[in-house]
Nanobody
């Protein structure tokens, strides 16, 4: 069955970096866009970045431009989220999701369980 498993979260100081991984199984990653989302306590889930199946990225949140990047390694069935210059407002549960299509414009139909990122001194 389709599974997405995130890892790499943790506690980091402001200005620090983290790299999250999303390992996919049960489907061919090559044919699907993958998105990263986050949800902070008391807030709605926010789409932050997506990577099309052709490796081009689409930013959904202006707040992460210049700080976060997304990449994929289809051979490892993994999508990465590199987060630099982290801020306390980046604290959230980060989840990846499989888009039903090749591009990030379609619906997401499978979600991972999420990984906690806490930015605090």
């Amino acid at each position: 069955q389709v599974q997405l498993v995130e890892s790499g979260g943790g506690l980091v100081q402001p200005g620090g970096s983290l790299k999250l991984s999303c390992v996919a199984s049960g489907f061919t990653l090559d044919y699907h866009a993958i998105g990263w989302f986050r949800q902070a306590p008391g807030k709605q889930r926010e789409a932050i970045l997506c990577i099309h199946a052709n490796n081009s990225a689409m930013y959904n949140a202006d707040s992460v431009k210049g700080r976060f990047t997304i990449s994929r390694d289809n051979a490892k069935n993994t999508v990465y989220l590199q987060m630099n210059n982290l801020k306390p407002e980046d604290t959230a549960v980060y989840s990846c999701a499989r888009n039903s299509g090749y591009y990030c414009i379609y619906q997401y139909n499978y979600w991972g369980q999420g990984t906690q990122v806490t930015v605090s001194s």
